[in-house]
């Protein structure tokens, strides 16, 4: 039982410690059940039958289907260090073969299991069509949460092969959706709150990239992930370079240039949703609004939407004109009324004596000292 009290673990002083701490959880994992025995333990043969048949006859996971059959074909290939996790695999497309719902994580979860026993090309050709079926970050998600079925080792090995292979697949023809395929993977387990002492040498990311698994990978990605801009990318991208690792150096690239796109898509969305509260607590309609601000309506629905980002000064411009018309009773125009009217209206507020002034325009005249003159907002 864990003691709620106890303080958590402290941060490794260095990658060592860490990868011994890893060692160590990955040793008290779950014990071996009966599905983990050495040597097949359901017949893939009988399996890869029943599948390949499903797959001439279903005609909405017949694809699918056909992914797993690929694999359970090559069931006398397996290695021997991968029989554990090769016999969870079997167990669970037993379980689902009748399960329409399930063919989807199936298929999934049999290329991911096909690149990390055979890493053979129909394996990666079958995970560039799965990644344009899907989209690579569905279908990155689809894996990370599949692939907990039959590896409990926090470690993730299977995992942790499939992407070695994946990572090396730079010759390949379809090298880049593999690469990206492989970004969206190692993203989809990263926590930002976790960290590891940086890497520093090329000796040590060596030991990372050779040595470490995908745990420990996310774990030094996180730093990236976190904060995309900072030079710490590029220190590990000239290592891999120093190193003669020219696939590490292109992920690291690829993964850098993800997280900035993410990162600048969730600025756009707080950017949008900081328009449309300025907005609303203006009181006025989002018409009125844009014709304070001096832009046109449809622009600043562009604003609002997210679809352009506005500048700086017009961000500022607009704070200012929420609150004071917020804090100042002021004419608003409705839509409907001609730009006289509106001259009209506005000359209320400066004080002013020209009544043709348009919404953007400063008026020359003596400010009334009750109300505020909108046209320097």
């Known amino acids: 039982m864990v003691n709620p009290h106890r303080a958590p673990a402290a941060a490794p002083a260095s990658l060592a410690a860490y990868r011994a701490r890893s060692r160590t959880a990955a040793a008290g994992g779950p014990q071996p059940g009966p599905a983990d025995v050495a040597g097949p333990t359901l017949d893939a043969a009988a399996l890869h039958a029943s599948y390949a048949a499903a797959a001439?006859?279903?005609?909405?996971?017949?694809?699918?289907?056909?992914?797993?059959?690929?694999?359970?074909?090559?069931?006398?290939?397996v290695p021997d260090?991968?029989?554990?996790?090769?016999?969870?695999?079997?167990?669970l497309?037993?379980?689902?073969?009748?399960?329409?719902?399930?063919?989807?994580?199936?298929?999934?979860?049999?290329?991911?299991?096909?690149?990390?026993?055979?890493?053979?090309?129909?394996?990666?050709?079958?995970?560039?069509?799965?990644?344009?079926?899907?989209?690579?970050?569905?279908?990155a998600a689809v894996q990370h949460r599949a692939a907990r079925f039959i590896e409990p080792n926090p470690t993730f090995p299977i995992t942790t092969i499939a992407l070695r292979r994946m990572v090396a697949a730079s010759p390949h023809p379809v090298a880049g959706p593999i690469h990206d395929s492989t970004i969206a993977l190692l993203l989809e387990g990263v926590d930002l709150d976790l960290h590891l002492p940086v890497i520093r040498t090329e000796a040590e990311l060596v030991g990372v990239v050779d040595g470490g698994s995908v745990l420990e990978w996310r774990h030094h990605l996180a730093m990236i992930a976190a904060t995309p801009w900072s030079?710490?990318?590029?220190?590990?991208?000239?290592?891999?370079?120093?190193?003669?690792?020219?696939?590490?150096?292109?992920?690291?690239?690829?993964?850098?240039?993800?997280?900035?796109?993410?990162?600048?898509?969730?600025?756009?969305?707080?950017?949008a949703g900081e328009v449309r509260r300025i907005v609303s607590h203006s009181g006025v309609t989002q018409r009125e609004f844009a014709l304070w601000v001096g832009t046109s309506p449809s622009r600043l629905s562009t604003y609002i939407s997210g679809n352009v980002t506005p500048s700086a000064s017009l961000m500022l411009r607009m704070a200012r004109t929420s609150r004071l018309l917020q804090e100042r009773d002021v004419p608003t125009t409705p839509?409907?009324?001609?730009?006289?009217?509106?001259?009209?209206?506005?000359?209320?507020?400066?004080?002013?004596?020209?009544?043709?002034?348009?919404?953007?325009?400063?008026?020359?005249?003596?400010?009334?000292?009750?109300?505020?003159?909108?046209?320097?907002?």
């Not at 001439?56 to 290939?77: K, P, T």
């Not at 730009?339 to 005249?365: K, M, N």
Request: net charge negative; hydrophobic share 35%.
């Open 56 to 77: 001439e006859s279903d005609s909405r996971g017949g694809e699918f289907h056909r992914m797993v059959a690929a694999v359970l074909a090559r069931s006398d290939r």
């Open 335 to 377: 839509s409907s009324r001609s730009e006289q009217r509106w001259g009209a209206a506005r000359a209320g507020v400066d004080g002013g004596t020209d009544r043709s002034a348009g919404p953007t325009e400063r008026t020359v005249g003596a400010l009334d000292p009750a109300r505020p003159h909108l046209s320097v907002v």
């Open 93 to 139: 497309v037993e379980r689902h073969r009748q399960n329409p719902k399930a063919s989807l994580n199936c298929g999934v979860l049999a290329n991911l299991v096909g690149i990390a026993a055979f890493g053979d090309d129909p394996d990666f050709v079958t995970l560039t069509e799965l990644g344009c079926l899907l989209g690579v970050e569905r279908l």
């Open 81 to 91: 260090t991968h029989c554990r996790e090769w016999n969870r695999f079997l167990s």
């Open 231 to 271: 030079p710490y990318s590029r220190l590990l991208v000239d290592l891999a370079r120093q190193a003669a690792r020219p696939e590490v150096a292109e992920v690291v690239d690829r993964f850098t240039e993800m997280c900035r796109e993410h990162d600048k898509e969730h600025e756009r969305e707080q950017v």
